[in-house]
């Protein structure tokens, strides 16, 4: 599976994007989906998850009521981000595993996602 994430690009403070990740290659129904970020000289850390349904969601407490995960069958992912901060300025990666409902726990888990796509820069002036 190759993932390829899209839609970065500078913004300034309370603007708005959307990211998209799209799926190619053996691409399978059940894969649960989330988003990860990382700021420079920083850990990697969770955004967001989506189960295989769509249903199943988690986000991390920083993003809550700003940011919505959803997506489009077994291919597209995608990332709706309000309110943007400039602590929100990380290069932001999109990531799939082969588990269809994570746990609360396992979604904010980098171990738990079995393939990466290359990662897109967002960057908020304030």
């Known amino acids: 599976v190759q993932l390829q994430a899209c839609g970065g690009g500078s913004v300034a403070a309370g603007g708005s994007l959307m990211l998209s990740c799209a799926a190619s290659g053996q691409t399978y129904s059940q894969y649960g989906l989330g988003w990860f970020r990382q700021a420079p000289e920083k850990e990697r850390e969770f955004v967001a998850g989506?189960?295989?349904?769509?249903?199943?969601k988690n986000y991390a407490n920083s993003v809550k009521g700003r940011f919505t995960i959803s997506k489009n069958g077994a291919e597209k992912a995608y990332l709706r981000m309000n309110s943007l901060k400039p602590e929100d300025t990380a290069v932001y990666y999109c990531?799939?595993?082969?588990?269809?409902?994570?746990?609360?726990?396992?979604?904010?888990?980098?171990?738990?996602?079995?393939?990466w796509g290359q990662g897109t820069q967002i960057t908020v002036s304030s």
């Open positions: 990531a799939a595993t082969r588990r269809p409902t994570p746990s609360l726990r396992q979604f904010t888990s980098i171990s738990t996602y079995d393939y």
């Open positions: 989506i189960d295989w349904r769509g249903s199943g």
